[in-house]
């Protein structure tokens, strides 16, 4: 195996595919990266059997073959090659791997490929185009909700993933771990039939790190019963997907409400956080609003103090008092764009639902039960 | 105790005497920023007992008096305060403390200030002026390689800081750590009194950190036989000294070589970190350095792979072979500003000392036995 190519193209190609490597794993091939040139061209694989990354590397293949490296090392040395001159990597039939670029010269020992797993082939044929940086975005502001695994039962694990729909012009993701929902709907430029999968969170957090293009650089989608892959430019990540039911979030009744208020989201934010700051790791103390007449009125009892606030507000509807965990408003009003928010409320026991007017985001926030505080 | 400022010179203030602070303590007081306003100004002071810093907030003093605060939980209150508008502290009889800003309004609850320790008094009679930039670069072009503690023995006491000694008009900082030697001498405008002090690393790193000045802002040294003080603007840092004697660095025989050579500093910097690529945690492999005619010629063997370049020099005297720790001459690469750096051998044994002609600096690496290698 032998090939030569730029420095640049080969560290990006390496960082990439890392994305999907295990730093320790049971199966010791499954830290190595993957270097396959036998179809003439410069492919290198990382997986860790969830997750697969796969991408080609503009450069010239002098001799074709396979050989497994380990991850780690590999991406010191490219990354500190020398920046001018081209690097060449060459493998012996022993797997020794010689790495050069101008004076500098490393040798170190692959592995054969043979055990490597092979990424699943997907169908193209119904695939779904959204743009880059609609993806990393909608990724972004939705994983935060997201179950942090433990449990073996098939709920929690669904929940370890988010639920990606496909109807019509619309992409929708949501993830939620008990106590929040996040939803988050985007216009995709074409229809499309309808989908419904369960992609786990990290290979959807993996991903978004490595879609670097902007709104005009598109990833296309496609599926098949077990996996999803997203392709882009040179590179193709395959995901398996998390069998199982999702919570429906349609059924949720979104539409009544008792109280509503529109609140400056960013001073409102820093309200919430300045009342976060007095609930220590594990300590699960509640901010409680006061909701009354033009203002809401914040307050937060901890072992380490109190702090009280209060905020102008448009109100519409009832007064009303209710609490929660502040991280989770926070959460929330962070991956907001706008300027204004609006929260609805049925009562101090329902969900408080924080979404704009066209429904493209849409968080909920369960209460804390008001009278277990006092 | 009540007084009255502005956030941004309350929150620096608490972030400056915060360097002294220890998160966890033996004794809880010493977890706590105390703020003194008996005298009419703003004074907030932190220390471990090693290391103290008092500082002065530009404010108004409303009632004297004193109070000791948690400096976790008072530095994220502070930090978080809204922007606009003025910060009132006041605490009552019980210490129970009461932070607003705007309509944020924080008590969390304070201590008496009668057991925190007192900085000691120093004498500025006979002190020594340096400017700020000078004293920070040359701190962090020689704490490196202070050693990093554990023993008991009064040598590897003083091995945890570092030697400062004024002769003349020349301040010289050195430290040692028992495989290299870093010595950082720099010019003053006046001429001193002689003076020899063992500094605590730990309280120069916390200096460096709080030393935001340029080239014309000075800082005022003064000493007595068991502490250092620096001042510059408002801040006040004491340390303890470190007593006992240190290794003698004029008596190193830094004049005589057999080899010689010119280097570009950065593209051998690079070699020496690729080969320190191969050099995992807690394998000591060295880099052999082969001095020959115009080249050297590096090579390394590790459990990871071998590695080998070589790079033009500039070469006076007999060729060499010599190896070294690849990180010990990495470290001091780093910080030499030069383009070309001169590197001095007697033999295979022997250090290697790396100065420029008026020895302004002086870094000296201990080559690793030769045979031991095969």
Redesign the interface.
Known sequence: MKFICSKTALVNGVRTVNKAVTKRSTMSILECILINTTDGEIRLTGTDTELGIETLVDGQVEDRGIVAIEAG?FT??VS???DDGDVIVESDENFVTHITCN???????GKSGEEYPYLPELNRNDSVIISQMALRDVIRQTIFSIAEGGDDSTNQQSMRGELMEIFGDSIRLSSLDGHRISIRRIQLKDVYDSKKVIVPGKSLNEISKILTGGADDDVEISFNPNHIMFEFENTKVVSRLIEGSFFDVDKMNIKDHETKFKVNKRAFM??I??AN??VKEGDKKPIILDIRDDRVYMMINST????????EIEKYGKDLMIAFNPKFVLDALKVIEDDEVELYFVNSKAPCFIKNNSETYIYVVLPINFNSIH
């Open positions: 090392i010191d040395i500190n090659l020398p004076k500098a010269n490393f040798n170190i020992v820093e309200c956080n300045r700051l007095l380490a103090g109190n702090m009280k606030e209060d905020i």
